[in-house]
């Protein structure tokens, strides 16, 4: 049964910064590229970073670039996610899921920036 488990959400002040990660099982995970989403209120989901299956080619989109960083770690099935410089418009519900062939959604993460 594919399963993914978000964690490290948390409540930060604007310039602070968080570590996020992704535990998945079920699913041979080192075969997937691997993503974060993260959905704001009242927005659409949106594809924040995506990384290979082996941790080469991260990808950004444009308004976490220099901030965020992807990571992975094949021998644990965990996928990461570090958050610096963090800002209000940061805030949402971070997921994490294979960029291609999505799979059942896990619960989320909430990160909320706020001062």
């Known amino acids: 049964q594919v399963r993914l488990v978000e964690s490290g959400g948390d409540l930060v002040q604007p310039g602070g910064s968080l570590r996020l990660s992704c535990a998945a099982s079920?699913?041979?995970?080192?075969?997937?590229?691997m993503a974060w989403y993260r959905q704001a209120p009242g927005k659409e989901r949106e594809l924040v970073a995506s990384?290979?299956?082996?941790?080469?080619?991260?990808d950004y989109t444009d308004s976490v670039k220099g901030r965020f960083t992807i990571s992975r770690d094949n021998a644990k099935n965990t996928v990461y996610l570090q958050m610096n410089s963090l800002k209000l418009e940061d805030t949402a519900v971070y997921y994490c899921?294979?960029?291609?062939?999505?799979?059942?959604w896990g619960q989320g993460t909430q990160v909320t920036v706020s001062s």
């Open positions: 899921n294979r960029k291609f062939s999505i799979v059942v």
């Open positions: 079920g699913f041979t995970f080192n075969m997937y590229v």
């Open positions: 990384i290979g299956s082996s941790g080469r080619t991260p």
